[in-house]
């Protein structure tokens, strides 16, 4: 991996067959619930996740991590709350710190957008990630036991969250115009 720092910035939509293949590549039952997508592909922006739901880690001009942050609902009373919907990086990045940068990303794009909470469900079995969300002052706020069935075995689902307190600190780079 490049010993250069990576660039943070919001995903633009020449992203979204780079994101899309990162997506494939870094697929498992470790984190995934849907088995794997099979071609033709679909496009990996969606009508609900577009590029300004997606911050992205750039390494030598190449787009090696994504995090997703939406709503969790469409509805008014649930606004204040952001949640973490997908965060990949590439295997040839993993180790430098990269994906606690695009968590601290996400908590601070929430923070800017006004949202007081951010949450997240986890596979209780990704021990890697939940270790990075604690370290992160995410908590477990709930579990649903056996919630899913993976490759043969039940695995839980965990509910984990945090309030988000003062203002944003970082600050994504705007896509080109």
Request: charged content about 25%; overall charge neutral; cysteine-free.
């Amino acid at each position: 991996m490049s010993q250069q720092q990576p660039r943070i910035r919001f995903a633009v939509p020449d992203d979204d067959e780079a994101l899309g293949r990162l997506d494939r590549d870094t697929w498992s039952y470790l984190h995934a619930v849907k088995p794997p997508e099979r071609p033709p592909y679909p496009p990996f922006f969606t009508e609900r996740f577009g590029p300004r739901d997606h911050v992205v880690a750039e390494l030598d001009g190449r787009v090696v991590g994504y995090i997703r942050l939406g709503r969790p609902t469409a509805l008014a009373a649930n606004a204040h709350v952001r949640q973490i919907q997908g965060l990949a990086v590439a295997a040839e990045a993993r180790g430098h710190g990269l994906g606690r940068t695009l968590v601290r990303a996400a908590v601070e794009e929430a923070r800017r957008q006004g949202a007081r909470r951010i949450t997240l469900r986890v596979l209780g079995h990704n021990t890697p990630a939940r270790k990075l969300y604690e370290a992160e002052g995410f908590v477990v706020e709930g579990v649903l036991p056996g919630e899913f069935l993976l490759d043969g075995a039940y695995v839980d689902d965990v509910l984990m969250g945090q309030e988000l307190r003062g203002g944003a600190r970082w600050h994504a780079e705007a896509p080109d115009s």
